[in-house]
């Protein structure tokens, strides 16, 4: 697609070959019909796309969570099934969709984001430690480090998720609606932090996001989903400024914009 | 006579480390036919407050008011069961968690057809008809295939949907809907915006709307009221609100929305943020709660009491110095 010509192609960190998935039940129903699609190391890739058009189900077959009916996915270069479970946690992080599902109900805070450091045997005393610091820095003082899921907002545990998933240094990060609960200021400090990551240690971060300003800020390439393909991929400013789908256009059109809605006429204003 | 009057809300709520005055002294009105939307820090209390206006506070906190009505009548005494009768077809709550008001162990469509069968009338085939009608309305195809699908069978967004289609069902005369569009994309939810706001034209109804999302909010709002550590600090007219914002953490919150047209290649600027972190609501807090983090913080915002006033168009600033500021921004 539209790339620079002759720049060395930087290596792969997660790749998804042809991959098709059916959901079974009484009518199996085709949630990804032969994606195909490339994080290269150290970028940001965003996806974007419809309500149900596969990003969540694509994510979680990165992530190695979910079998394959169809296709290859490969983690720098290995088959992800050939992965241990260690492995993979080792190499990539999930950010889950739904913040009230994704933590484990009966652990505190500390433990919640700490639990990648136990899982490799690192002393408790220390993982906790730097589960705090690192709460800290999502904007969860050392206070909410004992308390449980259920004693936190939406954003606040979507906050511990993000925690969670960059206590352990992994090379490859998948986020799904990461911000989506978060206000706005809360959103660019995390944002902010995700970018020192990518900037200190080569991060690579596949981004699900409805966030157009979000993708606008953070991605370096944009793929765009609809139905269970995607329909178009290429440079975020390439895509965004010039889209040539016409769901891609759509999409940027729909955006409700700050002060566009202040000043134009919004279609209900009208009187009946 | 507003369709919900709220005075001097409080919420406190238990912990292991002792009460938190998680909602401070809030004052809301909604009218009929208004939508009020709701912006504010993570964690500021928005859930809350709008979870004790129908009863559904979790029991480790509880809720006094000096007044909270609905249609004129005072609903902070209800017993569980008139709480019941009113939520549904009086109010129709929509949860930020889609799996609080969704059932895991049954069909969209049998929880949907409830709704009809409970608040409208008798007729099976007739909510069966009404509850696909919905569901295509907020944007889902196939909805008849749907109905057969369990909550788990969907996607984040076609849940927040069918949560939505479920309190529209009801026909209610007031919604409150926390964070209802958070998973669905843009286009959709342009789609299940208007479909809001043609009900709401055509029924009167009142909506409340928590978001964070400020473009929504200049698409859909009549008034906002924004929300810092358990306090409203801003409201009035969205539009006033949004173009001259007397109140710094307002000012703050709006400089921190991405630009939806990305940098040039190569160039990476650092959104702005608010430094500091919001304060812990255990025990009294002196002076303005926003002191510590506030750009135009002088001495006096740390000892004096903030009284809620207006400020030019602005109907309600909790600042002390909210009327000078206009010049202090432009500078
Ligand atoms: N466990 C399941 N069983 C059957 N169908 C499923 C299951 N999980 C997801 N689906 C269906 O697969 C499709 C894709 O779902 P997915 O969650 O991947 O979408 P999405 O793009 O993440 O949507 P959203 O933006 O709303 O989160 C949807 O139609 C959904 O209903
Ligand atoms: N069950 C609970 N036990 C203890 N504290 C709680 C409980 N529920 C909420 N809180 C605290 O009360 C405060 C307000 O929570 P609330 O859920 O109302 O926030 P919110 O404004 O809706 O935030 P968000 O935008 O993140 O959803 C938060 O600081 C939260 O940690
Ligand atoms: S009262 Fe003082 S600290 Fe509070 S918002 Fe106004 S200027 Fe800032
Ligand atoms: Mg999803
Ligand atoms: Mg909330």
Redesign the pocket.
Known sequence: MREPQGAPLPRLALEARAVSHSYPGHQAFKALTNVSIALREGETLAVVGESGSGKSTLSRILLGLSPLSEGRVLCFGKDIGSLSRRERAARMQPVFQDPYSSLNPRHTLAEIVAAPLLARGEARASALNRATGLLEEVGLGSAYARRRPSALSGGQRQRAAIARALIANPEILVCDEPTSALDVSVQAQILNLLQQQRRERKLSVLLITHNIGVVAHMADRVAVMRHGEIVETGSVRDVLLEPREDYTRLLISSVPDLHGGLHSERPWDAAP | MALLEISDLNIEVVTGSGVLHAVRGIDLAVNAGETLCIVGESGCGKSLMALSITGLLPPVARCSATRLAFEGHDIQHLSRRELEDLRGKGIGFIFQDPMTGLNPTMTIGRQLMEVHLRHVGRDREAAKTAAVSFLTRVGIANAATRLRQYPHELSGGLRQRVMIAMALMAHPRLIIADEPTTALDVTIQAQVLSLLKSLQREHGIGLVFITHDLGVVAAIADRVAVMYAGEV?ETGDARDVLADPR???TRALISCVPSTTPSPAGVSVELGTIPGRVPLLHGRIE????????????D???T?T?PARPAGAVEIC?????IE?REFFHA
């Open positions: 600090v109140h710094p953490y002076g303005c709660a926003f002191a510590p983090r506030c750009a135009l913080v002088r006096r915002c740390s004096e903030v909790r600042c002390l110095f909210a500021k």
